[in-house]
Nanobody, 119 residues
Framework: QVQVTESGGGLVQAGGSLRLSCSVS????????MAWYRQAPGKQRDWLAT???????NYADFVKGRFTISRDNAKNTVYLQMNSLKPEDTAVYYC?????????????WGQGTQVTVSS
């Protein structure tokens, strides 16, 4: 079974930074892409950024220039560096994994990590 685990959330003041981590464990699988999403209370889950197996990255317009997604292939870990945080960035942040196992495509989510930005 492939598991996705986020960490690194917490409380930070506006203007501060946080780095989220998402680690993937399991066996006999290959990663297609990993992405970060977030969901604020009462709102839909929004896509933030994606990094593909080839290292290509894409960002939602509202995080460009502030958030950076990166990946450590050796550790099967993806990071989200968040700078210049604003109170409206407060949300639960989720990691999403697209992977292939035994020729079948899967989509898996982590449990989420809370980020709270105080004004």
């Amino acid at each position: 079974q492939v598991q996705v685990t986020e960490s690194g959330g917490g409380l930070v003041q506006a203007g501060g930074s946080l780095r989220l981590s998402c680690s993937v464990s399991g066996s006999d699988f290959s990663i297609n892409a990993m992405a970060w999403y977030r969901q604020a209370p009462g709102k839909q889950r929004d896509w933030l950024a994606t990094v593909t197996s080839g290292g290509s990255t894409n960002y939602a317009d509202f995080v460009k220039g502030r958030f950076t997604i990166s990946r450590d292939n050796a550790k099967n870990t993806v990071y989200l560096q968040m700078n210049s945080l604003k109170p409206e960035d407060t949300a639960v942040y989720y990691c999403n994994l697209l992977y292939i196992k035994y020729l079948t495509h899967y989509n898996s989510w982590g449990q989420g990590t809370q980020v709270t930005v105080s004004s």
